[in-house]
């Protein structure tokens, strides 16, 4: 069974920009939860997604949003990037999310904001 | 306000000895903990959880040890091995409503294993 796919894998930006990231789950899997890793704050939650609605909403500001479509494929957007913004970006999946659901991670993507 | 805490950012170990991580946490709520181990340029993989009614989990070298009145978790490795080296974080689960569970991560410990 493939794995969770995260697309690109690097990028590199300059300030004032907007990046979208894409992420694609193990097959089955509706639930695509996103996460900010920096090395200060290690996981941080930005939202999840399930059937196509936002489901679940960490405390970030409205400059990042999402969406999932209806294969289940998730796209992560932030605009208006920051210096602050750079960070690994994760994409986890999971069957339904439910209380027997293990969370899957993708490898990454790592952007640069210069 | 940090729910889940690593307090310790690192932590070194020669093989064959024992590796000791801890998480703390304070809400409640969480009925769920599962440690991720995460090697540079991947994702996190899950490696062993413990449900808030048992106090112990073991597989193979891992085993999670639950103090609920003490809102601490630790997690063995024994033997280590030096493939064991990467970054440990400790998650908690809680119900986030529409049917949902979510998860809270520490910040992370990064095991050393001195071969």
């Known amino acids: 069974k493939a794995g969770v796919t995260q697309t690109p894998r690097y990028l590199i930006k300059t300030r004032g920009q907007q990046v979208t990231l894409s992420c694609s789950p193990i097959s089955g899997h509706r639930s695509v939860s996103w996460y900010q890793q920096t090395p200060g704050q290690g996981l941080q939650f930005l939202f999840e997604y399930f059937s196509e609605t936002q489901r679940n909403k960490g405390n970030f500001p409205g400059r990042f949003s999402g969406r999932q479509f209806s294969n289940s494929r998730s796209e992560m957007n932030v605009s208006t990037l920051e210096l602050g913004d750079s960070a690994l970006y994760l994409c986890?999946?999971?069957?339904?999310?439910?209380?027997?659901?293990?969370?899957?991670f993708g490898p990454g993507t790592r952007l640069t904001v210069l | 306000d940090q729910q889940v805490k690593q307090n310790s950012p690192s932590l070194s170990v020669q093989e064959g000895r024992i590796s000791i991580l801890n998480c703390d946490y304070t809400?409640?709520?969480?009925?769920?903990f599962l440690w991720y181990k995460k090697y540079p340029a991947e994702g996190p993989t899950f490696l062993i959880s413990?449900?808030?009614?048992?106090d112990k989990n073991e597989d193979g070298r891992f085993t999670v040890f639950l103090n609920k009145s003490a809102k601490h978790l630790s997690l063995h490795i024994v033997p280590s091995q030096p493939g064991d080296s990467a970054v440990y974080f400790c998650?908690?689960?809680?119900?986030?409503?529409?049917?949902?569970?979510?998860?809270?991560f520490g910040k992370g410990t990064k095991l050393s294993v001195i071969p």
């Open positions: 986890a999946s999971r069957r339904d999310g439910t209380s027997t659901d293990t969370q899957y």
């Open positions: 809400n409640s709520m969480f009925d769920y």
């Open positions: 413990i449900s808030s009614i048992k």
């Open positions: 998650a908690a689960r809680a119900y986030s409503g529409a049917g949902s569970y979510q998860l809270t």
